[in-house]
């Protein structure tokens, strides 16, 4: 059974960072490109940055400048390095996973495989 398992948000101060994780189990780790989604109230989810199987990173163009995505394969774990937090990254954070292979489209949420359950994040004064 694959479970990706999100580490707990929170509430931030804008300005400050935060770093979330993400530990999968049930699966060959390092054969999935891993990625993180944000969900803000009212809204659909969308793409935020993704770490590719192979190597290299996607990111979404406006946070590319404040995020940063690496993995440790060996633990099964992706990790997301937000900075400088505005009110506008309140939302809830999803991991997700998607096996290599095929076309991959990282912005693509109908595209992975397992998602975790999310974990909440406020920005907020």
């Known amino acids: 059974q694959v479970q990706l398992v999100e580490s707990e948000g929170g509430w931030v101060q804008p300005g400050d960072s935060l770093r979330l994780s993400c530990v999968a189990s049930?699966?060959?780790?390092?054969?999935?490109?891993m990625a993180w989604f944000r969900q803000a109230p009212g809204k659909e989810r969308t793409f935020v940055v993704a770490?590719?199987?192979?190597?290299?990173?996607a990111y979404m163009n406006s946070v590319r400048s404040r995020v940063t995505i690496s993995r440790n394969n060996a633990n099964s774990t992706v990790f997301l390095q937000m900075d400088n937090l505005s009110p506008k990254d309140t939302g809830v954070y999803y991991c997700?996973?998607?096996?290599?292979?095929?076309?991959?489209?990282?912005?693509?949420?109908?595209?992975?495989?397992?998602w975790g359950q999310g974990t909440h994040v406020i920005v907020s004064s």
């Open positions: 997700a996973a998607r096996e290599g292979g095929g076309t991959y489209n990282p912005s693509d949420p109908a595209g992975y495989d397992y």
């Open positions: 049930g699966l060959f780790f390092a054969n999935y490109h």
């Open positions: 770490s590719i199987n192979a190597g290299g990173e």
